[in-house]
């Protein structure tokens, strides 16, 4: 695309303003619209960040199973970038941690894109301000893309929070604990419950008899182990699961080269149903 062009539509909302920004071929006709979407596109197009100068800044990353904190003025920064997949949420943050002020940064449009940790400067100072970018699909600008940004005057990260909370709950995306316990009531045995994990290799049964007698009354248990002794606790009110990693297996073709991730290929390669 030889040029691109944006839209942005400002307003008053809940806990603060809100800014909604949509890059989409240039205005014309539905005919030629077709085809700056389609029209090759290379490379990644990157949004500029919102910066300031105040040192108290504080990126908010809702990273799995987490939100991280992380000053902007670090130097290296932590991290050069992050993909979306993986992410908790679909947002970003900087808010200052001293005066609660900042902003959400809201990507609408999360495939194909990625969150760059680039080093600006403003003024004197070089700050690691958030910079989305979106890679082309398949050779193609393929589709418009949309962030929006939610500015906030105080309430910190607790705010920051609370406006992605309400963007969820108008899109249709927020489902809370309470509404999942109404479709699945043992939801309601995870509320302080213990998550062990490692009760392989240990005498399951036991452990379960021995927790129920010390008092123990809500539990998950990460481990597989014999039916009867996995059904007797959940009798006893516990939860059981199991947690597994299924990757790929490249071909080798010796059997003194098989390891974790390579195998003899196709005779030990193998499905379930």
Same mark, same amino acid.
């Given at each position: /695309?030889?040029?691109? @062009?944006?839209?942005? #539509?400002?307003?008053e909302a809940f806990f603060g303003s809100?800014?909604?920004?949509?890059?989409?071929?240039?205005?014309?006709?539905?005919?030629?619209?077709? %085809?700056?979407?389609?029209?090759?596109?290379?490379?990644?197009? @990157?949004?500029?960040?919102?910066?300031?100068?105040?040192?108290? $800044?504080?990126?908010?990353?809702?990273?799995?199973?987490?939100?991280?904190?992380?000053?902007?003025?670090? @130097?290296?920064?932590?991290?050069?970038?992050?993909?979306?997949?993986?992410?908790?949420? +679909?947002?970003? *943050?900087?808010?200052? /941690? =001293?005066?609660?002020?900042? %902003?959400?940064?809201?990507?609408e449009t999360p495939d194909d894109g990625?969150?760059?940790?680039?080093?600006?400067?403003?003024?004197?100072? =070089?700050?690691?301000?958030?910079?989305?970018?979106?890679?082309?699909?398949?050779?193609?600008?393929?589709?418009?893309?949309?962030?929006? %940004?939610?500015?906030?005057?105080? *309430?910190?990260?607790? @705010?920051?929070?609370?406006?992605?909370?309400?963007?969820?709950?108008? #899109? *249709?995306?927020?489902?809370?604990? +309470?509404?999942?316990?109404?479709?699945?009531?043992?939801?309601? #045995?995870?509320?302080?419950?213990?998550?062990?994990? *490692?009760?392989?290799?240990?005498? !399951?049964?036991?452990?379960?008899?021995?927790?129920?007698?010390?008092?123990?009354?809500?539990?998950?248990?990460?481990?597989?182990?014999?039916?009867?002794? /996995?059904?007797? $606790?959940?009798?006893v009110g516990y939860l059981t699961s =199991? %947690?597994?990693? !299924?990757?790929?297996?490249?071909?080798?073709?010796? =059997?003194?080269?098989?390891?974790?991730?390579?195998?003899?290929?196709?005779?030990?390669?193998?499905?379930?149903?």
């Amino acid at each position: /695309m030889k040029r691109t @062009s944006f839209w942005t #539509k400002a307003r008053e909302a809940f806990f603060g303003s809100l800014c909604t920004c949509r890059l989409e071929p240039p205005h014309c006709t539905s005919q030629q619209k077709q %085809y700056h979407l389609t029209h090759p596109f290379l490379g990644c197009f @990157s949004w500029l960040p919102w910066c300031w100068t105040l040192l108290t $800044a504080r990126w908010l990353s809702p990273i799995i199973p987490t939100v991280i904190c992380i000053p902007w003025t670090l @130097s290296p920064f932590p991290r050069a970038g992050w993909h979306w997949t993986g992410w908790t949420c +679909r947002w970003w *943050g900087v808010v200052d /941690m =001293e005066k609660g002020f900042g %902003y959400a940064l809201i990507v609408e449009t999360p495939d194909d894109g990625v969150l760059e940790c680039r080093h600006h400067r403003v003024g004197e100072r =070089e700050l690691a301000a958030p910079q989305i970018g979106w890679w082309a699909q398949k050779g193609r600008f393929a589709y418009p893309r949309r962030i929006v %940004y939610h500015f906030i005057a105080q *309430g910190g990260y607790v @705010s920051i929070a609370k406006t992605y909370r309400v963007y969820a709950r108008g #899109k *249709g995306l927020l489902v809370t604990l +309470r509404e999942k316990a109404k479709r699945n009531p043992d939801l309601r #045995k995870l509320f302080g419950a213990a998550d062990v994990w *490692g009760v392989w290799g240990v005498n !399951y049964e036991q452990f379960v008899q021995e927790a129920k007698l010390l008092g123990v009354d809500k539990l998950i248990l990460h481990g597989t182990a014999r039916r009867e002794a /996995m059904q007797r $606790a959940v009798e006893v009110g516990y939860l059981t699961s =199991e %947690y597994d990693n !299924y990757t790929d297996i490249l071909p080798v073709d010796s =059997e003194q080269k098989i390891d974790s991730n390579h195998d003899l290929l196709p005779d030990s390669a193998g499905t379930e149903s």
